[in-house]
């Protein structure tokens, strides 16, 4: 009886990117899931995944603004220092 989970409201709420943000993703509100989405579409475009080590992502200028100036970051980093640019 597994069925689909439902997901987190919190998750589906509409949030605001913050500037350097929304360079990366565009400046409409858009939900988290949709957020992460957009940034991943980014990091495949232009090829920013790291062609050694997969689970990290080399920041180009406009993802170094979003990354607190940091040149790779993980993964698991990258989300947490993304929901600091979504209000």
Known sequence: MAGKRKPSAAFMKPMNPSAALGAVVG???????QVTKKLWAYIKRN??????????????DRLKVVFGGKK????????????????
């Open 27 to 33: 400046t409409a509100a858009l939900p988290r899931t």
């Open 47 to 60: 090829g920013l995944q790291d062609k050694k080590k997969r689970t990290m992502i080399n920041a180009d």
């Open 72 to 87: 790779q970051v993980t993964m698991f980093e990258m989300t947490k220092l993304v929901s600091k640019h979504l209000k």
